[in-house]
């Protein structure tokens, strides 16, 4: 099992920057795909950015040039910051981890999921 802590979500005002935080602890492999995603009220779970342990990265285009996806792999720790933030942009963020990388931004591919953290902009 592998377990998965967020952190780093708060209020900004539009504009402004956050940087999230995804800590993953337990069983690790070398392969791996890893996740952001995002779910607002009434709204479906999306597929924010995501990174491969090859080092392939994909971004949804709401976000391209906003956001930027990236890893330490020795503090098993990825990281997501997130730039000249928008209202629409509030939500709760999500990272998730799974082993076989098929589709990237998609959340139907993912297992294991953390517990979020809340982005608010206005």
């Known amino acids: 099992q592998v377990q998965l802590v967020e952190s780093g979500g708060g209020s900004v005002q539009a504009g402004g920057s956050l940087r999230l935080s995804c800590a993953a602890s337990?069983?690790?492999?070398?392969?791996?795909?890893m996740g952001w995603f995002r779910q607002a009220p009434g709204k479906e779970r999306e597929g924010v950015a995501a990174?491969?342990?090859?080092?392939?990265?994909h971004y949804t285009d709401s976000v391209k040039d906003r956001f930027t996806i990236s890893q330490d792999h020795a503090k098993y720790t990825r990281y997501l910051q997130m730039n000249s933030l928008k209202p629409e942009d509030t939500a709760m963020y999500y990272c998730?981890?799974?082993?076989?990388?098929?589709?990237?931004?998609?959340?139907?591919?993912?297992?294991?999921w953390g517990q979020g953290t809340q982005v608010t902009v206005s």
């Open positions: 990174i491969e342990s090859d080092g392939r990265i």
């Open positions: 998730a981890v799974e082993w076989r990388c098929t589709e990237p931004t998609a959340a139907r591919a993912y297992n294991y």
């Open positions: 337990g069983d690790m492999y070398s392969s791996y795909c």
